[in-house]
């Protein structure tokens, strides 16, 4: 079981971080209250009910989310970038953990590297 469970290891800090950030992505400036709610509940309910598998595909959809265009919204761009860099550590983590998630999201670990490498520089 543990092998099986491992993934849930890499949770914490996407359940914590993604519900706005999607929210903004998905609704665009200022998501009403329930927008986030409804992120929200979706990712507890994938950790806390779901598969792997199933996890996987909603940070595959946040990636196809990440790459729409932001037509110069800042709210957008912020957004962006913070789901950025919470989705490439979650898959970098996976590259430690045992089966083939770390294969399964190569691609998507990849387009999340271009996606990070056109993020403006931050100040020291």
């Known amino acids: 079981m543990v092998k099986r469970a491992s993934w849930l ?5 996407p359940e914590r971080e993604l519900p706005e950030a999607v929210a903004v992505l998905r609704h665009g400036r200022r998501p009403p209250p329930e927008a986030v709610t409804t992120e929200r509940e979706r990712i507890e309910r994938l ?5 792997q598998r199933e996890w996987l595909a909603y940070l595959h959809e946040v ?7 932001l037509n110069g919204d800042e709210q957008l761009a912020r957004a962006r970038e913070r789901a950025t860099i919470v989705l490439a550590n979650h898959h970098n983590l996976l590259l430690g953990l045992p ?4 294969e399964r999201t190569a691609s998507d670990r990849a387009r999340l590297s271009k996606l990070a490498d ?7």
Do not use: K
Request: net charge negative; glycine share 8%; charged share 30%.
């Open 9 to 13: 290891s890499v949770t914490p800090e």
């Open 47 to 51: 950790v806390l009910h779901g598969r």
């Open 63 to 69: 990636v196809e989310l990440l790459e729409r265009p």
């Open 99 to 102: 089966g083939r998630a770390a």
């Open 118 to 124: 056109d993020l403006p520089p931050h100040p020291e």
